[in-house]
């Protein structure tokens, strides 16, 4: 019989937001700024910036963009606002280093704004990323502190600068879908930016990634693959303060703060930003579906990324496998041979007429949190009941894949919960 530990009434649960993010599963990351143009520069110098003048993207094609996040069905997109190395892509009022200082459209440019245009144009929600960990044109180094004397401004300065540019990206472009910092920051108390003000000011409605105010946390690697188990909850206090430690990547059944997984990771293996004749790392088509069972079949979304190249553009060979991983996966999952929901210790899904299946996907009910523990799957084979696979988390989302086998039926039976499991989806491909 199944173990259940507790009514549920007060076990962890996702806000509303947090349990929409997680049905989008998938989203593009776009790393597209200086260290596009720099050939291989290393911001940590403090010194030879790149100039302004190097970046003229002069076949921009922000809708191009959108074809890439929605052949692999993205449902959400983050562009590099402004990376570790300091240049804005949008016309900041803050200081000198931007589009509005390079020859690109005149100085007129906005990177940002078409890409969040493009974005609503395609029914993609919009996200963006600022570093306020580092910012090499200002000599600031994480967790963002001044790092080299003799820079630009002092600590209260940068601190100005983060508020203001963050005021401008958060107030200009509309309501954002998620906002990504890249590791922490220093503190409010310790003279840093008043993120969490400008946040519910300004973009209440957001995702965010890591910072005191995450709603979703890094899963501790840049390979974009999750562990198995992997809880949406977590429970180390210093650790979800900003969402940022390694140790997060596991979650916690027992945690008291829904802080579900993300998995970022390049399509070009080990590089984030388009470096020319590096067509040969676009990561193979059986790679990236493993990366998808590990990350959205763990329980995660997946943060694929795309590097336009110096036209603007997501390079051919890029776009040409981003297309067959969104076909393959349609191919996969788009049309289950059976599937049901229910409630309890055991739900079973009888098939119409036996078939042969070998992929079980499971979905928990989270807006009633995530109370399975520990499950099998088994198949109903030749009249008898054969167990298929088994596992621990459920969460969101589950995927077993299992051996080739023809079954009249499948059932999920749970061996152990925090409270009667809610299953949202039973399907068998």
């Known amino acids: 019989m199944a173990q259940y530990e507790s009514s549920g009434v007060n076990l962890p649960r996702p806000t509303p937001l947090q349990a929409a993010w997680q049905d989008m599963e998938v989203g593009l990351f776009v790393h597209f700024n200086m260290f596009t143009y720099s050939d291989y520069w290393n911001w940590r110098s403090f010194k030879d910036y790149p100039a302004p003048a190097l970046f003229r993207p ?24 402004k990376h570790c190395c300091g240049f804005c892509l949008w016309p900041t009022e803050a200081y000198d280093y931007g589009v509005r200082q390079s020859p690109w459209r005149g100085g007129q440019g906005d990177v940002v704004g078409d890409f969040v245009a493009s974005c609503r144009r395609h029914g993609i929600k919009p996200g963006l990323y600022y570093s306020t960990s580092a910012n090499a044109f200002l000599k600031v180094d994480n967790p963002g502190v001044i790092a080299a004397p003799g820079g630009p401004v002092d600590q209260a300065g940068y601190t100005r600068i983060c508020e203001q540019q963050l005021r401008e990206l958060w107030s200009r472009y509309g309501e954002l879908g998620e906002i990504w910092f890249d590791g922490s920051a220093v503190a409010v108390e310790k003279g840093g930016p008043d993120v969490g003000a400008l946040l519910n000011e300004l973009q209440p409605n957001a995702s965010v990634f890591q910072s005191p105010h995450a709603t979703i946390r890094w899963i501790g690697n840049e390979d974009g693959v999750a562990p198995d188990p992997c809880w949406s909850t977590v429970g180390d206090p210093a650790a979800v303060k900003d969402g940022v430690s390694a140790n997060l990547g596991l979650g916690d059944p027992d945690g008291a703060a829904w802080l ?15 470096q020319p004749n590096q067509d040969h790392l676009v990561l193979g ?20 990324n795309s590097n336009p190249d110096r036209d603007g553009l997501i390079p051919q060979a890029d776009m040409q496998r981003y297309k067959e991983f969104g076909a393959e996966i349609r191919r996969r999952f788009a049309r289950p041979v059976a599937e049901t929901c229910g409630r309890g210790q055991v739900v079973e899904l009888p098939l119409r007429t036996p078939a042969r299946i070998d992929h079980v996907v499971a979905m928990e009910d989270i807006t009633q949190s995530a109370r399975v523990r520990e499950y099998v799957i088994e198949g109903l084979a030749d009249g008898a009941w054969r167990e298929l696979a088994r596992g621990t988390s459920i969460g969101h989302k589950k995927i077993d894949r299992v051996a080739p086998v023809d079954v009249a039926a499948v059932r999920l039976r749970c061996t152990r919960s925090a409270a009667e499991p809610i299953i949202r989806q039973l399907a068998v491909y």
């Open 58 to 81: 002069d076949r921009l094609d922000t809708d191009q963009w959108m074809e890439a996040a929605a052949a692999i069905g993205a449902k959400y997109a983050v562009l590099t606002a």
């Open 285 to 304: 088509l059986d790679h990236l579906m493993d990366l998808y069972y590990r990350s959205v079949g763990h329980n995660c979304n997946l943060l694929l």
């Open 260 to 274: 579900p997984g993300e998995c970022d990771v390049p399509i070009r293996k080990g590089e984030w930003g388009w």
